[in-house]
């Protein structure tokens, strides 16, 4: 497709159930990112990818946040053991290099934890 | 901490008036600034760019100007129409692989 997909769009689950959402960048890009946006709030940087390079995992928020970047392309943002605060839309970003370049975004996904 | 910051949540304007956007950041590093655009259940949209060498940046209906000496960002639409209706975030480039957003203008056009 022409701009970064994410699915699903929605994703209703319960506490304590483990997720993952998907991220399907453009082709070609090399960096990825994942944010988290909480209601009315900005965006908080979770993780970053870049080529083959370990990933930037600074941002995560505790070790049940983890993700992968399979191949370059594909990334999957896991969510392990659900609390309710894990609520919030999560968005994937990508741009074709890092740094100065803009990074553009799909329409994320809305998760909510029961 | 370093952050970036916007001076009014809320923005209120008639169709047909201009805009203005502020945001305010405190990192003199940070070299490089994005406006995005972000419609109701959408993911934030590239609306301009600028570089820190630069002060003046101008696309469609849009400029953007940055104020090193102050730190300022502003975005400023011309001639705003309903469809500009949205949450606008500034985001800088402090660190050179991330970027770090402000918490948004709600920007309401009446027509």
């Known amino acids: 497709g022409a701009g970064v997909s994410q699915s699903p769009s929605n994703k209703v689950t319960e506490k304590g159930k483990d997720v993952e959402l998907r991220c399907d960048p453009i082709?070609?890009?090399?960096?990825l990112y994942w944010y988290r946006q909480s209601l009315g709030q900005g965006l908080e940087f979770l993780i970053y990818f870049q080529g083959n390079s370990a990933p930037d995992k600074s941002g995560l928020p505790s070790d049940r946040f983890s993700a992968e970047r399979t191949g370059g392309s594909v990334s999957t943002l896991t969510i392990q053991r659900t609390q309710q605060e894990d609520s919030a839309v999560y968005l994937c970003?990508?741009?074709?290099?890092?740094?100065?370049?803009?990074?553009?975004f799909g329409d994320g996904t809305r998760l909510s934890i029961l | 901490g370093e952050s970036v910051g916007l001076h009014l949540p809320t923005l209120s304007v008639q169709e047909g008036d201009n805009s203005i956007i502020n945001c305010a950041y405190s990192?003199?590093?940070?070299?490089?600034f994005i406006w995005y655009k972000q419609e109701s259940g959408k993911g934030p949209q590239f609306i301009i760019d600028?570089?820190?060498?630069?002060d003046k940046r101008q696309g469609q209906r849009v400029t953007v100007l940055l104020n090193k000496t102050v730190k300022h960002l502003s975005l400023q639409i011309a001639a705003t129409q309903p469809g500009d209706s949205a949450v606008y975030f500034c985001a800088e480039n402090k660190d050179f692989n991330k970027f770090y957003f402000g918490s948004g203008t709600k920007l309401n056009v009446k027509p």
């Open positions: 082709s070609g890009h090399t960096a």
């Open positions: 970003a990508s741009s074709l290099v890092p740094g100065n370049q803009p990074q553009h």
């Open positions: 990192n003199s590093a940070s070299d490089y």
């Open positions: 600028i570089r820190s060498n630069m």
